[in-house]
């Protein structure tokens, strides 16, 4: 009897391919699990063509809820953003699909799990690695590292075996999407002069056209956690679908970044965040209310090593728990409401409160009411300049 694998499924041509592949040169049966978090289309579609290709089972998940929830919230939180521009939509994705494969192996006794990264990206290395972390127990085959074929030979073995192919022209680029962002790779990005042509973008509007008129949002806060619109408490997938929207409508959350990979080489992404880069720059808005200023340093820094850590796959880690631990401390009094203006793709910050803002008006102000003695300053200069002083008689400064 021949052994089952799960496959992680797309629909698309390459992970249709695998299901062919994999009974052919590995005789496994295959259970494909098609995961949903969000913004990808039809997934009875693709079950249907999951199964017309001869997997014996085609498992879909809605991880929507988990996604947001375990993932891209702890990750708002923590501020995570690799290279100060990705906010790591895809390598987010990554761990959760991971532990959905274990789970759907472990419910279908399969032995083996499968997935469509090549051997050149960060993909594989997030399943791989997450994938022995929570199952060592379980192979891992990688079809499109092993195959060797060019997209010419992978569509020739398509119709080979009567796998559809999608007739119109394929779109030129790598794309991978959810509720957090869409990432695009190859085509004429490869080439980092280009400028991205209008096709690569489906969730934003050129800043060219969009509306005339700004729009304003107050986003509410609960520790660290968006809980509501305009003052309205929503649930979070709806939360971010909204930003989502709104934010696309202004043409806000195109990325245009040379990448350093994980496997050393530098590649070209342009990723489209709207809800992403809204809801960041507002958590931090807040952070800047109503965290200190050493809590802000050393959590800028925390939040560097958090997002690599991401980015390179070890979220099923110590350090990755260790990490969160920080972070969800700092999250206390993250509680407030942030007011974002959008318009022709950016988004600025235009007011913010909170019951624990640190920011003291009467301390700040040059009106009348100011609480701020300034007698005491000269004092505190005397002090706080006493090393520079003494240094500058022991050691002077050089003449210019
Ligand atoms: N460079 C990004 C990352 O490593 C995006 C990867 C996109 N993946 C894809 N299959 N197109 O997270």
């Not at 987010?92 to 051997?119: F, S």
Request: aromatic content about 8%.
């Amino acid at each position: 009897m021949s052994d089952r694998v799960v496959l992680a499924y797309s629909g698309g041509l390459d992970t249709s391919v695998a299901i062919k592949w994999l009974e052919e040169k590995y005789n496994l049966k295959v259970v494909t699990l098609t995961v949903d978090i969000g913004n990808v289309p039809d997934f009875e579609a693709i079950r249907q063509k999951a199964l017309k290709i001869g997997a014996i089972k085609a498992l879909v998940v809605d991880a929507r809820e988990s996604f947001i929830k375990s993932f891209v919230f702890p990750a708002l939180q923590a501020d995570a953003v690799y290279e100060g521009q990705y906010p790591l939509a895809t390598a987010l994705g990554r761990p959760l699909i991971a532990r959905l494969l274990v789970e759907a192996a472990r419910k279908e006794r399969a032995r083996v799990i499968a997935h469509g990264c090549t051997g050149k990206g960060n993909d594989q290395v997030r399943i791989d690695v997450s994938v022995a972390a929570l199952a060592p127990e379980l192979k891992v085959i990688a079809p499109a590292r092993e195959w060797k074929m060019t997209r010419e030979q992978t569509i020739e073995y398509a119709q080979a075996h009567n796998i559809p192919v999608p007739i119109t022209k394929a779109s030129p680029y790598s794309i991978d999407e959810n509720l957090w962002g869409r990432s695009n790779e190859c085509g004429v990005l490869e080439h980092a002069w280009n400028e991205p042509p209008e096709d690569v973008f489906l969730w934003t509007k050129s800043p060219e056209k969009t509306p005339a008129q700004p729009a304003y949002l107050e986003i509410g806060f609960d520790h660290g956690i968006p809980v509501s619109l305009d003052g309205q408490e929503l649930d979070s997938v709806t939360l971010v679908q909204k930003v989502h929207n709104l934010a696309g409508q202004h043409g806000i959350g195109r990325i245009d970044h040379i990448e350093n990979r994980l496997v050393g080489i530098k590649s070209r992404e342009v990723y489209e965040a709207p809800a992403a880069v809204v809801l960041l720059k507002a958590h931090q808005a807040l952070e800047d209310l109503v965290l200190a200023k050493e809590q802000l340093r050393f959590k800028a820094r925390v939040a560097a090593e958090y997002a690599d850590l991401i980015y390179n796959g070890l979220w099923f880690t110590g350090m990755r728990q260790d990490l969160a631990a920080y972070v969800e401390s700092t999250q206390r009094y993250v509680t407030g409401t942030i007011r974002v203006k959008l318009f022709k793709g950016s988004c600025q910050i235009v007011g913010r409160k909170s019951t624990y803002s640190l920011y003291d008006y009467s301390l700040a102000t040059y009106d009348k009411g100011d609480a701020f003695d300034q007698s005491a300053s000269p004092g505190f200069i005397h002090i706080w300049g006493l090393p520079a002083r003494t240094q500058a008689r022991v050691q002077p400064e050089p003449p210019e």
